[in-house]
C-alpha cells in the first residue's frame, strides 16, 4: 500500500502525452512501475530528471533506460509542506550508478535514518497525474518483541 497523500491538485503540467513532451516515456513507465531516465548514447551520461537531450554534452541522441532500484542515503530530513501532523520523509539517494535523487522513504521513522543506509524503490506511479516513487530501507525485519529493527552498516 502506499503511504503518499493523495491531495486534490490539478493536473497543471499535461507532460504524459506524446504530443505534448518528448519526456512521454517517463510517464508510461511510471504507469508500468518503472523508473525510467534518458541516458546519452555519446557520452553515456545519465540524465535526471529525463532529459530528451543530454545536459553533459547536448546531444539529442538518448536512450530510455530504467534506474537502478537499489542506492544509499547521503542527505534526509522531515518535511512538513502539505500536512503537518503527518510529515514525510524525504531523501536524497545515490543510487548505485552514481546518480542523485530526491525520494521518500516509507515504512521507517525519522530516528531509523542514517547517512548511508541501503534503500530499495518500493513503489512507482501516478497519482492523479503526479509522479511519485518511494523508498525503504533495505534489510527491515521484525524483532522478536516487535519492534523494527533496522540493518546495520
Ligand atoms: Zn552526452
Same mark, same amino acid.
Given at each position: 500500500m502506499v503511504e503518499i497523500a493523495t491531495r486534490k491538485q490539478p493536473?497543471? @503540467?499535461?507532460?504524459?502525452n506524446k504530443k505534448q513532451s518528448g519526456i512521454y516515456r517517463f510517464f508510461d513507465g511510471l504507469e508500468k512501475g518503472k523508473l525510467l531516465s534518458t541516458k546519452c548514447k555519446r557520452c553515456h551520461h545519465f540524465n535526471w530528471p529525463p532529459m530528451i537531450v543530454c545536459t553533459k554534452c547536448l546531444s539529442d541522441q538518448v536512450l530510455w533506460r530504467e534506474l537502478p532500484k537499489g542506492g544509499q542515503i547521503i542527505a534526509y530530513s522531515l518535511s512538513y509542506i502539505g500536512n503537518s501532523q503527518h510529515p514525510e520523509l524525504i531523501c536524497t539517494i545515490e543510487l548505485s550508478n552514481g546518480l542523485r535523487m530526491l525520494g521518500r522513504i516509507i515504512g521507517? $521513522? @525519522? $530516528?531509523?535514518l542514517s547517512y548511508g543506509l541501503k534503500v530499495t524503490r518500493k513503489n512507482v506511479g501516478l497519482v492523479e497525474g503526479r509522479p511519485f516513487w518511494t523508498y525503504e530501507l533495505v534489510g527491515r525485519s521484525k524483532s522478536k518483541e516487535g519492534k523494527t529493527v533496522t540493518q546495520s552498516r
Open positions: 493536473n497543471r @503540467y499535461p507532460w504524459e521507517s $521513522k @525519522y $530516528k531509523d
